[in-house]
């Protein structure tokens, strides 16, 4: 089983990447052992879900890291064991490290775990939000859609034996 976990908080800008991928390719025919799934910024319900015994993880999410907003990014990030899990957790913001953080201090392990992710050109609101993502991210939710769905495909591939 497959799991593509949307997230951001679409109030603020380019953050909701993750969340319009997700609602995009939710209407796309996918196979039937994926589930895709908008966390938005319930973290708690997303440390829930990564408990489950799932083969692949992917994690679509805004990705501040220095580019060129619209560059996409897919990576498989080190996983936190539980020795090192932060003291602060907030259930009304995501952050994926704290996410899984509280995953493994409860004792879990999620599967393989991969994030595509985007950056973004702002992730600001003002005293009205922000809704609506940038050009160039909006540009790229279509290479993102592929690139997610070649990451299924490659899982699903018979390995030789």
Same mark, same amino acid.
């Given at each position: 089983?497959i ?15 993750g ?5 995009r ?5 996918l ?7 908008d966390?938005?910024?319930r ?5 829930y ?9 992917? &994690? ?5 890291? =220095? %580019?060129? !907003? +619209?560059? #996409?990014?897919a990576?498989?990030? @080190? ?7 932060s ?12 996410v &899984?953080q509280?995953?493994?201090?409860l =004792? %879990?392990? !999620? +599967?393989? #775990?991969?994030v595509?992710?985007? @950056? ?29 769905e ?7 591939k018979?390995?030789?034996?």
């Open positions: 089983m799991l593509i976990a949307g997230i951001g908080n679409i109030f603020l800008g380019d953050d909701a990447f969340v319009e991928v997700v609602r390719l939710s209407s796309r025919g196979p039937p052992n994926v589930s895709v799934v966390f938005g910024i973290s708690y319900d997303l440390a879900a990564l408990m489950e015994p799932w083969k692949l993880i992917i &994690l679509v999410d805004a990705l501040p890291r =220095g %580019g060129t !907003p +619209g560059t #996409l990014y990576m498989e990030p @080190e996983l936190i064991h539980a020795g090192e899990a003291s602060s957790f907030d259930a009304h913001t995501m952050n994926p490290v704290s &899984l509280l995953v493994s201090a =004792g %879990g392990s !999620p +599967g393989r #775990l991969l595509v992710g985007c @950056e973004p050109a702002s992730m600001e609101a003002d005293d009205f939000g922000q809704i609506g993502l940038s050009p160039p991210v909006e540009a790229a939710i279509d290479e993102a859609l592929r690139m997610i070649q990451l299924i495909a490659d899982v699903r018979p390995t030789a034996a």
